[in-house]
């Protein structure tokens, strides 16, 4: 029998592998969603994740087990996102445990790690289902202790035995869970977890592999393991935005500002006309650009997109970010006194965030549809609420776990998570919270209000299938609730309309109809009028969010 046992050096291998087969495979990954809808992201959020985590692995310098045990533990504790990067974290997390005070792994303790990592996940969340990474996960293990009571200690067969009954169960959740089945996809965050254990394995088996990453973590490349891909780009940001003009450009304004453009960037597309200039430049300063930009008018659809860092989210909503930090700096500007309790909302959408902050939100951290926060992201946010109590609004079922996480980080402050799972019910919090109550005494009635709120949201499919017997074809639009999608066809305010419709009951008072980017006022006053004309007895109001993905965001009280 083999006595091949596996050091610090090739576990960090076989870790970092693990890491770039997962990130090759994320597109994909994220297609295995079960509602076709844009903002798929379990192969992102489990990319992200693990990729946190290996930017702390490439730093360490005097490699030893207890550092790389750390680092991973750590690195994606911090940087988990979604609901399957905060299981896949905590997968990690039980399984450094174990191995932190080993000199190598054999069978035995690997055996027990997987054991522990599996034990460690299930604590995390509070409702387990069967039929998804976790049931994965439990099958690895499973096999990992037969095959240790079978005495195989041989590694390689021990690897190859146990990622083929993990591929095993996984082809087999559809039949655990219903939704998988009808929508003909297996569970995304299983085949998450599969295809890191499937890298991990061919670094243990000495294949050649390229370590290097397109998908960094935010803050960094990974130090000593990644090649670098930075001193190919000479100007670091792809900027766009929109000017809306204070009047239409004389041919020599228009001429000097091209070449303004060009004296700090590469890349330079200008379309002017009467109302407007389109503008995109490759710079390595956005603040200069969008600074002249300013003297020819106001600016809107701002983009900027770091391309030495792009690699990691092609969709993410920098122009937010931009909006987020320049707002967060003017808050800065005259300390604020602590108080008993404060809030940190997640919203995406300029419209949203200003909704938030006036209804009493100390801070709005960007994130939502397409992109989850980490928890390390909730946490620093969470630092800057002045408030000795902090409820956090995640405003989306795939952030909730990752707040969580973050209230086990937090050291200084108590953070509560009201586990909003839509904008609207992050809105009604807010709106019954009262200053005077304890934070125990607002928690319980926060959470007894948001229950009574029902949610639309209307995007479009991006793939054909048939889910709860509605035959839906990739490019219409649909109208989901929290649990199922409500109707789909062709045509937008329709099929906002009949989701709306689905809900409404005797007890239905208020719509509160908030409107994306991609709608225009007119168009969601034209819906909002309907709904009117349809239902007298109840009030519509509509407010613009300015959200990405989603088209209307629809609450019925």
Same mark, same amino acid.
């Given at each position: 029998?083999?006595?091949?046992?596996?050091?610090?050096?090739?576990?960090?291998?076989?870790?970092?592998?693990?890491?770039?087969?997962?990130?090759?495979?994320?597109?994909?990954?994220?297609?295995?969603?079960?509602?076709?809808?844009?903002?798929?992201?379990?192969?992102?959020?489990?990319?992200?994740?693990?990729?946190?985590?290996?930017?702390?692995?490439?730093?360490?310098?005097?490699?030893?087990?207890?550092?790389?045990?750390?680092?991973?533990?750590?690195?994606?504790?911090?940087?988990?996102?979604?609901?399957?990067?905060?299981?896949?974290?905590?997968? &990690?997390?039980?399984?450094?445990?174990? +191995?932190? *005070?080993?000199? /190598?792994?054999?069978? !035995? $303790? #690997?055996? %027990? @790690?997987?054991?522990?990592?599996?034990?460690?996940?299930?604590?995390?969340?509070?409702?387990?289902?069967?039929?998804?990474?976790?049931?994965?996960?439990?099958?690895?293990?499973?096999?990992? &202790?037969?095959?240790?009571?079978?005495? +195989?200690? *041989?590694?390689? /067969?021990?690897?190859? !035995? $146990? #990622?083929? %009954? @993990?591929?095993?169960?996984?082809?087999?959740?559809?039949?655990?869970?219903?939704?998988?089945?009808?929508?003909?996809?297996?569970?995304?965050?299983?085949?998450?977890?599969?295809?890191?254990?499937?890298?991990?394995?061919?670094?243990?088996?000495?294949?050649?592999?390229?370590?290097?990453?397109?998908?960094?973590?935010?803050?960094?490349?990974?130090?000593?393991?990644?090649?670098?891909?930075?001193?190919?780009?000479?100007?670091?940001?792809?900027?766009?935005?929109?000017?809306?003009?204070?009047?239409?450009?004389?041919?020599?304004?228009?001429?000097?500002?091209?070449?303004?453009?060009?004296?700090?960037?590469?890349?330079?597309?200008?379309?002017?006309?009467?109302?407007?200039?389109?503008?995109?430049?490759?710079?390595?300063?956005?603040?200069?650009?969008?600074?002249?930009?300013?003297?020819?008018?106001?600016?809107?659809?701002?983009?900027?997109?770091?391309?030495?860092?792009?690699?990691?989210?092609?969709?993410?909503?920098?122009?937010?970010?931009?909006?987020?930090?320049?707002?967060?700096?003017?808050?800065?500007?005259?300390?604020?006194?602590?108080?008993?309790?404060?809030?940190?909302?997640?919203?995406?959408?300029?419209?949203?965030?200003?909704?938030?902050?006036?209804?009493?939100?100390?801070?709005?951290?960007?994130?939502?549809?397409?992109?989850?926060?980490?928890?390390?992201?909730?946490?620093?946010?969470?630092?800057?609420?002045?408030?000795?109590?902090?409820?956090?609004?995640?405003?989306?079922?795939?952030?909730?776990?990752?707040?969580?996480?973050?209230?086990?980080?937090?050291?200084?402050?108590?953070?509560?998570?009201?586990?909003?799972?839509?904008?609207?019910?992050?809105?009604?919090?807010?709106?019954?919270?009262?200053?005077?109550?304890?934070?125990?005494?607002?928690?319980?009635?926060?959470?007894?209000?948001?229950?009574?709120?029902?949610?639309?949201?209307?995007?479009?499919?991006?793939?054909?299938?048939?889910?709860?017997?509605?035959?839906?074809?990739?490019?219409?639009?649909?109208?989901?609730?929290?649990?199922?999608?409500?109707?789909?066809?062709?045509?937008?305010?329709?099929?906002?309309?009949?989701?709306?419709?689905?809900?409404?009951?005797?007890?239905?008072?208020?719509?509160?109809?908030?409107?994306?980017?991609?709608?225009?006022?007119?168009?969601?006053?034209?819906?909002?009028?309907?709904?009117?004309?349809?239902?007298?007895?109840?009030?519509?109001?509509?407010?613009?969010?300015?959200?990405?993905?989603?088209?209307?965001?629809?609450?019925?009280?």
């Amino acid at each position: 029998m083999s006595t091949q046992k596996i050091d610090a050096h090739l576990l960090r291998k076989m870790f970092l592998a693990g890491a770039k087969n997962l990130e090759s495979k994320k597109e994909w990954i994220n297609e295995l969603n079960v509602f076709p809808v844009p903002d798929g992201d379990t192969g992102t959020n489990m990319t992200l994740t693990i990729l946190s985590a290996a930017k702390d692995v490439g730093a360490i310098e005097n490699l030893n087990m207890e550092l790389l045990a750390k680092a991973i533990s750590s690195g994606s504790l911090k940087g988990a996102r979604g609901n399957s990067g905060v299981i896949l974290s905590q997968l &990690l997390r039980g399984f450094s445990r174990v +191995v932190k *005070d080993q000199e /190598a792994l054999d069978a !035995e $303790i #690997i055996a %027990e @790690a997987f054991e522990k990592a599996v034990e460690t996940a299930y604590k995390a969340v509070m409702k387990p289902k069967e039929g998804t990474i976790l049931t994965v996960a439990s099958a690895a293990r499973d096999r990992a &202790l037969e095959l240790l009571d079978e005495g +195989v200690d *041989d590694l390689a /067969a021990f690897f190859e !035995e $146990i #990622i083929k %009954e @993990a591929d095993d169960c996984l082809s087999r959740t559809p039949d655990m869970l219903p939704v998988l089945k009808e929508a003909g996809v297996v569970d995304s965050g299983g085949q998450g977890l599969v295809e890191i254990l499937r890298g991990a394995f061919d670094a243990f088996l000495g294949k050649e592999i390229d370590y290097s990453f397109s998908a960094g973590p935010a803050g960094g490349s990974l130090t000593k393991i990644t090649k670098e891909t930075e001193e190919e780009i000479r100007f670091g940001y792809c900027t766009e935005y929109i000017i809306v003009l204070n009047r239409p450009l004389k041919d020599n304004e228009e001429r000097e500002y091209k070449n303004f453009l060009q004296s700090i960037g590469d890349s330079i597309v200008v379309v002017a006309d009467d109302d407007i200039v389109k503008t995109h430049v490759h710079t390595n300063d956005p603040g200069v650009a969008l600074t002249r930009a300013l003297t020819l008018g106001s600016l809107s659809r701002i983009k900027i997109d770091n391309m030495r860092e792009e690699h990691q989210e092609k969709l993410f909503k920098d122009a937010e970010k931009l909006a987020a930090a320049q707002a967060a700096e003017s808050m800065k500007e005259a300390p604020k006194e602590e108080k008993n309790i404060g809030f940190l909302a997640v919203a995406a959408g300029e419209g949203l965030k200003a909704i938030f902050l006036d209804l009493g939100a100390d801070e709005v951290l960007s994130g939502g549809q397409t992109m989850n926060p980490s928890a390390g992201d909730i946490l620093e946010a969470a630092k800057k609420v002045p408030a000795k109590n902090v409820f956090l609004l995640p405003n989306n079922k795939n952030i909730i776990l990752a707040a969580e996480q973050a209230v086990k980080l937090s050291e200084d402050k108590k953070l509560i998570v009201l586990p909003t799972t839509t904008i609207p019910q992050g809105i009604t919090a807010l709106v019954n919270f009262v200053a005077e109550m304890s934070p125990e005494e607002n928690e319980k009635r926060i959470l007894q209000e948001i229950a009574l709120v029902k949610t639309v949201q209307v995007t479009y499919a991006v793939r054909d299938t048939e889910l709860y017997g509605i035959k839906i074809k990739e490019g219409d639009y649909m109208g989901l609730d929290d649990k199922q999608i409500l109707f789909s066809g062709p045509d937008r305010e329709e099929t906002a309309f009949q989701a709306v419709s689905a809900l409404m009951d005797e007890e239905s008072g208020v719509i509160s109809l908030y409107f994306g980017e991609d709608v225009t006022e007119e168009e969601a006053s034209a819906l909002a009028d309907r709904l009117e004309e349809s239902f007298p007895e109840v009030e519509v109001e509509v407010s613009e969010g300015g959200q990405s993905v989603y088209y209307y965001i629809i609450s019925i009280e």
